[in-house]
């Protein structure tokens, strides 16, 4: 468990330059998973329109025996564990074959990483748990070293790969890598590209949990810098760019309005219509991907789809 006092400081750090970015302002997505955010998101995987989480679900369901076989893990390192609900599959097709002994979780969501720890403890109570509040994006170096003739899967479900661009995303790669003996692999889940109007709907649910959960971050920001925004004074946007082959979200102010920054006192002003960018989520074609990992020296090894071909699992080796 690291400092959660070191993290905050990082997040708050972020949040601040993130404000004062132009021309457009942008808030990092990990900011949306606050102990609140969190639990948003968690309802967010049971929306109808929301076919990310069910569709990657389906692929775990199915497959969950298969990538036991040819991975033959004894432990699960799983970056963004959020509630771990969907690496369970894995957890008992591993456990299933003897094989299970660590799983290592990493999130900035130190309250929902707790609770997902000690209820892996109870099901599994053979199992190991690690659980590191961490940024995956900096705290890689906190992951326990392997145990020898252990092998181990990295995981990063949910299509979460997405809210790094490009740079970033060869950035975790190449450490991930690093950290990966010829045993490991590595298994992603990635959106993948298709009719706007399918993800647009997953981004703009008819219920408003998805806006709910975007306006939060605002809520977040004043707890890390002492500012006092409203989240009643934005609306909710997202919608996708087919240039970038992802969707954003944004937060649109309705009225001109004024925030004050914490420590400095500083007055940030916002005109009506004035927006910050809080997310993107990457969109994927498979041989794209292929080609990414493979710039950072990691190969496709096996890929699995849901039956509507919308989601997909990569699995990669060394
Ligand atoms: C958890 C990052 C995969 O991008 O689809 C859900 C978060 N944002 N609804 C996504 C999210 C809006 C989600 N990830």
């Avoid at 404000?19 to 639990?39: I, S, T, V």
């Avoid at 963004?80 to 369970?88: L, N, P, V, Y």
């Avoid at 590191?132 to 990063?156: G, H, N």
Wanted: hydrophobic content about 45%.
């Amino acid at each position: 468990r690291l400092d959660p006092g070191a993290l905050r400081e990082r997040l708050a750090e972020e949040a601040l330059a993130g404000l004062l970015r132009e021309p457009l302002r942008e808030l990092p997505a990990k900011l949306l998973y606050d102990e609140r955010g969190a639990r948003l998101y968690e309802r967010i995987t049971t929306l109808p329109e929301y076919y990310p989480a069910r569709c990657e679900r389906a692929i775990l369901n199915r497959r969950a025996p298969a990538i036991a076989a040819q991975t033959d893990a004894s432990e699960i390192v799983e970056l963004g564990a959020g509630s771990a609900e969907k690496t369970r599959a894995l957890l008992y097709a591993l456990a299933g074959r003897s094989r299970l002994r660590r799983y290592v979780g990493l999130d900035v969501s130190a309250e929902m990483l707790e609770q997902t720890a000690r209820a892996l403890v109870t099901a599994f109570p053979d199992l190991r748990v690690h659980a590191l509040i961490a940024d995956y994006e900096r705290d890689l170096a906190a992951i326990p070293p392997p145990e020898p003739s252990a092998p181990r899967l990295f995981t990063f479900l949910g299509g979460t790969i997405g809210n790094l661009e490009l740079a970033a995303r060869a950035r975790l790669f190449g450490e991930l890598r690093a950290l990966m003996r010829p045993c490991d692999r590595l298994l992603v889940g990635i959106d993948l590209v298709k009719d706007p109007s399918v993800i647009e709907r997953a981004y703009n649910d008819a219920t408003g949990v998805t806006a709910e959960f975007n306006r939060n971050v605002l809520l977040h920001v004043n707890r890390l810098l002492g500012c006092n925004f409203d989240p009643q004074a934005f609306d909710h946007r997202a919608f996708y760019d087919p240039q970038r082959s992802w969707i954003e979200m944004r937060l649109r102010a309705r009225r001109d309005l004024q925030v004050t920054l914490g420590r400095e006192r500083r007055q940030l002003k916002f005109a009506a219509g004035d927006e910050i960018r809080t997310e993107t989520s990457a969109k994927f074609r498979l041989e794209a991907f292929a080609d990414e990992l493979g710039g950072t020296g990691l190969a496709l090894e096996a890929s699995w789809r849901d039956q509507q071909g919308l989601f997909a699992l990569v699995l990669a080796r060394p």
